[in-house]
């Protein structure tokens, strides 16, 4: 069974770098040739996909957030992280990681995802 735990600074300030990072666990086998994406949910507002990294390393962005996100793997820790530059108070939500066996782009459905983080609350705040 695959688990993902998300962790992060909990408070950012505007115009700093946000990074977060998913840890993954019990990924073998099938599971190690996964997907995995981050999605976040601001407050009263939908999901919003924002990228995702396959198991070879290939990334994919939404085209609103390319300029400014970044998503890696570190294989040696289990996790994958995201990097999100110049942070504004409209990127406070919950991030959420997530993983899938087939590639999702775009798509924040999630039915669609096999596996799917808590989440971890993201206030960008003076």
């Known amino acids: 069974q695959v688990q993902l735990q998300e962790s992060g600074p909990g408070l950012v300030k505007p115009s700093q770098t946000l990074f977060l990072a998913c840890t993954v666990s019990g990924a073998s086998g099938p599971t190690a040739f996964y997907y995995w994406a981050w999605i976040r949910q601001p407050p009263g507002k939908g999901l919003e996909w924002m990228g995702v990294i396959s198991y070879t390393g290939s990334t994919y962005y939404s085209p609103s957030l390319k300029s400014r996100t970044s998503i890696a793997r570190d294989t040696s820790k289990n996790q994958f992280t995201l990097q999100l530059l110049s942070v504004t108070p409209e990127h406070t939500a919950v991030y959420c990681c997530?993983?899938?066996?087939?590639?999702?782009?775009?798509?924040?459905?999630?039915?669609?995802?096999?596996?799917w983080g808590q989440g971890t609350q993201i206030t960008i705040s003076s």
């Open positions: 997530a993983a899938s066996k087939t590639l999702i782009i775009g798509t924040s459905d999630k039915k669609l995802y096999d596996y």
